[in-house]
Antibody
Framework: QVQLMESGPGLVQPSETLSLTCTVSGFSLTSYNVHWVRQPPGKGLEWMGVMWSGGSTDYNSALKSRLSISRDTSKNQVFLKMNSLQSEDTTTYYC???????????????WGPGTMVTVSS | DIQMTQSPTSLAASVGESVTITCLASEDIYGSLVWYQQKPGKSPQLLIYGATILEDGIPSRFSGSGSDTQYSLKINSLQPEDFASYYCQNGLSTPRTFGGGTKLELK
């Protein structure tokens, strides 16, 4: 069955770089897009970026200068790296698979459980 | 970027009541509107896509409507498990922007 699982350090020092991994199973990264979404405690969802099935990426313009998304299809993994972390980057990070209905409507049909990252010294 | 504005931000209702949440897109998204439900400590769950299409396994008391820039999520006969947060999302273009969310609480 389809599964996504985020993994990462949990605690990151201010100004350091965050590295997260989304490990997927039950589908191919070359057939589905995988997005990253984050959510500060008690707040709403923020779209961060996407690894398209074809291998290209797009980013939230507010994060673009700090964010990089890559993948290793042989390991079924998508990676997120974000540098210059500050306290406002303390959030839960999710990866999500994007499904579609007849290539007309797009939606996030499977999500990982999320990984909480705290930025603190 | 397409902005998504949800209202209300919070809503109190009783079991058995019906509620409606609205989502306004800053431009026409041609029906590519997605609704998610999120319970505390859990990841979001897909409810509706294409503005009106119910995801498999979602109870029929949930329904979506709308077109162009205006969309709604209606929940009929609220059940205890429906008290959660709800988010709309632009499913048309990148960035895949979300609405600010609506927290549905028990009155």
């Amino acid at each position: 069955q389809v599964q996504l699982m985020e993994s990462g350090p949990g605690l990151v020092q201010p100004s350091e770089t965050l590295s997260l991994t989304c490990t997927v199973s039950g589908f191919s990264l070359t057939s589905y897009n995988v997005h990253w979404v984050r959510q500060p405690p008690g707040k709403g969802l923020e779209w961060m970026g996407v690894m398209w099935s074809g291998g290209s990426t797009d980013y939230n313009s507010a994060l673009k200068s700090r964010l990089s998304i890559s993948r290793d299809t042989s390991k079924n993994q998508v990676f997120l790296k974000m540098n210059s972390l500050q306290s406002e980057d303390t959030t839960t990070y999710y990866c999500a698979r994007e499904g579609n209905w007849e290539l007309q409507y797009w939606y996030f049909d499977f999500w990982g459980p999320g990984t909480m990252v705290t930025v603190s010294s | 970027d397409i902005q998504m504005t949800q209202s209300p931000t919070s809503l109190a209702a009783s079991v058995g009541e019906s509620v409606t949440i609205t989502c306004l897109a800053s431009e026409d998204i041609y029906g590519s509107l997605v609704w998610y439900q999120q319970k505390p400590g859990k990841s979001p769950q897909l409810l509706i896509y294409g503005a009106t299409i119910l995801e498999d396994g979602i109870p029929s008391r949930f329904s979506g409507s709308g077109s162009d820039t205006q969309y709604s999520l209606k929940i009929n006969s609220l059940q205890p498990e429906d008290f959660a947060s709800y988010y709309c999302q632009n499913g048309l273009s990148t960035p895949r922007t979300f609405g600010g969310g609506t927290k549905l609480e028990l009155k």
